[in-house]
């Protein structure tokens, strides 16, 4: 079975960092590209970004690029995204999702992140 | 950035009706090898979201029959034939062309 398990996540102050950890099982992790997709409370999901299974490529949503960083450790079957310079509107529940071909077909079951003073 | 525009839907939809949820991209979402770059998702209250369709029409693994994708470059459709309980929730359509990767607002589905 197909499981993704963030982790993480809390409450952070404006400014500060935070990094989130999704662990991958039931698949070949290192096959894969994957996602990181948040939803803030009682909003619609955002994609945030992209990284391919080798990591050679990368791409990030505009309103994250320069403040965070995904990344993986095809060993640990663990996907990563480092979030820095956070802000109030970072708040959100973040999600790691498989890429499968051309859909995201996996999710996990989010980690949630709260910025405020 | 693709946009991607859902329609709302009339609800309450009456249980064992047909319910119809609309999409739209301000760019052609057809590729030149011929597939539409268009997916559904389905998130349950509570839950994460789940695949539904992909390439505009095709059902994913496990996926109810009654659930059919349809549309043209730009407009798409996501009918939902004898709507249950379980279909409850907010539908995402979500364009897989180009990234940034962009998803529409959400179209909620009650059930009366």
């Known amino acids: 079975e197909v499981q993704l398990v963030e982790s993480g996540g809390g409450l952070v102050q404006p400014g500060r960092s935070l990094k989130l950890s999704c662990v991958a099982s039931?698949?070949?992790?290192?096959?894969?590209?994957m996602n990181w997709i948040r939803q803030a409370p009682g909003k619609g999901l955002e994609w945030v970004a992209y990284i391919s299974s080798g990591s050679s490529y990368i791409y990030y949503a505009e309103t994250v690029k320069g403040r965070f960083t995904i990344s993986r450790d095809n060993a640990k079957n663990t996907l990563y995204l480092q979030m820095t310079s956070l802000r109030s509107e970072d708040t959100a529940l973040y999600y790691c999702a498989r890429a499968a071909r051309d859909v995201m077909d996996a999710w996990g079951q989010g980690a949630s992140v709260t910025v405020s003073s | 950035d693709i946009v991607m525009t859902q329609g709302a839907l009339p609800n309450p939809v009456p249980s064992g009706e047909s319910a119809s949820i609309t999409c739209q991209s301000s760019?052609?979402?057809?590729?030149?090898?011929?597939?539409?770059?268009l997916n559904w998702y389905l998130q349950r209250p509570g839950q994460s979201p789940q695949l539904l369709i992909y390439?505009?029409?095709t059902r994913a693994s496990g996926v109810s029959d009654r659930f059919s994708g349809s549309g043209s470059g730009t407009d798409f459709t996501l009918k939902i034939s004898s709507v249950e309980a379980e279909d409850v929730g907010v539908y995402y359509c979500q364009q897989f062309l180009e990234y940034p990767r962009t998803f529409g607002g959400g179209t909620k589905l009650e059930l009366k």
């Open positions: 039931g698949f070949t992790f290192s096959n894969y590209g």
């Open positions: 760019k052609s979402l057809l590729h030149s090898n011929g597939k539409t770059y």
């Open positions: 390439w505009m029409s």
